[in-house]
C-alpha cells in the first residue's frame, strides 16, 4: 500500500468513528488544522481528548488526512462556482467578491488577514 492510499485509509477511518462532512463543518475555527500542525509538531492538540499518533510515519499519514479534512470542509462552505482566480469564477467569469478587492476569502464574506477589507463586512 502506498503512502496516499494510507491517506485514503485513514480519513475512512475517521469518517467510520463519526468524523464525517457534518462533524467537520462544526469546525470552523482552525482545528481540523491545528490538529494536523500538532502531529507535525510540539502544538498542543485543539481537543483535549485527543493526542495525535507516537510514531512518525503514522503522525504524518493522520496530519494529511486531516488536512484533507480541513479543503473538504472548505470546499463545502464555498459557493459551488467558486473556482475563484483573482476573486472571479473561473466557470462563470463572475467577479465574487467585493469590488475593492482581490482576496478570495472576500467570496464568503470573510477576508484573509492580508486584506485591507478584513474588518469590514462583504458589501
Known amino acids: 500500500m502506498n503512502a496516499i492510499d494510507e491517506i485514503l485509509l485513514e480519513r475512512a477511518r475517521q469518517i467510520a468513528k463519526g468524523y464525517d462532512a457534518a462533524h467537520d463543518d462544526k469546525e470552523m ?13 510540539d502544538l498542543k492538540s485543539p481537543w483535549p481528548d485527543w493526542a495525535p499518533p507516537k510514531v512518525r510515519r503514522d503522525r504524518l499519514i493522520t496530519a494529511a488526512s486531516l488536512l484533507i479534512a480541513e479543503i473538504e470542509r472548505w470546499d463545502r ?3 459551488s ?20 478587492c482581490d482576496c478570495v476569502g472576500a467570496v464568503i464574506g ?14
Open 29 to 41: 475555527n482552525g482545528q481540523l488544522v491545528l490538529a494536523a500542525l500538532s502531529c507535525l509538531s
Open 77 to 79: 462552505a464555498l459557493p
Open 81 to 100: 462556482d467558486a473556482n475563484v482566480v483573482g476573486g472571479v469564477s473561473i466557470i462563470t467569469g463572475v467577479a465574487l467578491d467585493c469590488a475593492d
Open 110 to 123: 470573510q477576508h484573509d488577514r492580508s486584506c485591507p477589507h478584513s474588518r469590514q463586512e462583504r458589501p
